[in-house]
């Protein structure tokens, strides 16, 4: 299995798991003809699109990867606010259930972000393991089982929010706060589960302005004693349950 980054960041989210045989695409907030590119302008293989909010940077391409016959799997809530639920290849996931899409097991499960229904993801496959998915969501109440791999929002760092955005953007600050994840919630989320199994930590999402990437992967590194990788555009690593 390898994991492909098409688009990470508040400019869109679309991220490839996939082998030879079959490819699952994790949200489509990028352009279509950047989809296109990556899946080299090939939709045969791919099994489905998990979508986990309806926020543009996450669901900007839904309607064209709907119209090649893709299926986005995703809560009434985001599908209803994404315009697309009355399309006969939407498809309505539930929270807590366990979905099998291709040879993908994937139980969604609620998360907290300022929008309806937003959805996290564990997602089991034969060669990646148990892969936590979660992005858009300022704390997660859920611990998780047998993880071998995590793709997982770091949005900000509160030191550098505080100094650029406490003076005089106030809300901008206490939106953030209260909709991503930041990076000593993302450490504190990590060290709360067992990570003895785990081979990859992939932070994502990380904010143009309010991040530092090097201190960030240095940290989660630093505090888990994993293999941990900031995600960037192109990024196209191997992505399975154990090194070898």
Same mark, same amino acid.
């Given at each position: 299995?390898?994991?492909?980054?098409?688009?990470?960041?508040?400019?869109?989210?679309?991220?490839?798991?996939?082998?030879?045989? &079959?490819?699952?695409?994790?949200?489509?907030?990028?352009?279509?003809?950047?989809?296109?590119?990556?899946?080299?302008?090939?939709?045969?293989?791919?099994?489905?699109?998990?979508?986990?909010? &309806?926020?543009?940077? /996450?669901?900007? *391409? @839904?309607?064209?990867?709907?119209?090649?016959? @893709?299926?986005?799997?995703?809560?009434?809530?985001?599908?209803?606010?994404?315009?697309?639920?009355?399309?006969?290849?939407?498809?309505?996931?539930?929270?807590?259930?366990?979905?099998?899409?291709?040879?993908?097991?994937?139980?969604?499960?609620?998360?907290?972000?300022?929008?309806?229904?937003?959805?996290?993801?564990?997602?089991?496959?034969?060669?990646?393991?148990?892969?936590?998915?979660?992005?858009?969501?300022?704390?997660?109440?859920?611990?998780?089982?047998?993880?071998?791999?995590?793709?997982?929002? *770091?949005?900000?760092?509160?030191?550098? @929010?505080?100094?650029?955005?406490?003076?005089?953007?106030?809300?901008l600050r206490d939106r953030v706060l209260k909709?991503?994840?930041?990076?000593?919630?993302?450490?504190?989320?990590?060290? *709360?589960?067992?990570?003895?199994?785990?081979?990859?930590?992939?932070?994502? /999402?990380?904010?143009?302005?309010?991040?530092?990437?090097?201190?960030?992967?240095?940290?989660?590194?630093? *505090?888990?004693?994993?293999?941990?990788?900031?995600?960037?555009?192109?990024?196209?690593?191997?992505?399975?349950?154990?090194?070898?």
């Amino acid at each position: 299995m390898n994991l492909k980054v098409i688009g990470t960041g508040s400019s869109g989210n679309a991220y490839l798991l996939y082998n030879k045989e &079959e490819i699952l695409l994790l949200e489509c907030g990028v352009s279509f003809k950047k989809i296109k590119e990556a899946l080299n302008f090939d939709f045969k293989k791919v099994v489905g699109c998990l979508l986990s909010h &309806e926020h543009g940077d /996450h669901n900007k *391409a @839904i309607k064209d990867i709907l119209s090649v016959g @893709i299926n986005p799997y995703s809560s009434k809530g985001t599908l209803e606010a994404s315009n697309v639920i009355d399309h006969h290849n939407s498809i309505i996931i539930e929270s807590k259930k366990c979905y099998q899409i291709g040879n993908f097991k994937v139980i969604p499960f609620d998360i907290r972000h300022d929008v309806k229904e937003p959805l996290g993801f564990l997602i089991n496959h034969p060669e990646c393991g148990t892969t936590l998915f979660l992005t858009d969501s300022f704390y997660s109440p859920y611990k998780f089982n047998g993880l071998n791999n995590l793709i997982i929002e *770091a949005n900000f760092c509160e030191d550098i @929010i505080d100094q650029k955005l406490k003076a005089n953007k106030k809300f901008l600050r206490d939106r953030v706060l209260k909709s991503h994840l930041s990076i000593q919630k993302c450490i504190d989320l990590l060290n *709360a589960n067992d990570l003895s199994q785990v081979n990859n930590i992939v932070l994502i /999402h990380l904010s143009d302005s309010n991040s530092n990437e090097v201190e960030f992967q240095q940290k989660v590194a630093s *505090a888990t004693g994993k293999n941990t990788i900031v995600a960037n555009n192109g990024l196209d690593i191997p992505f399975n349950k154990t090194p070898f």
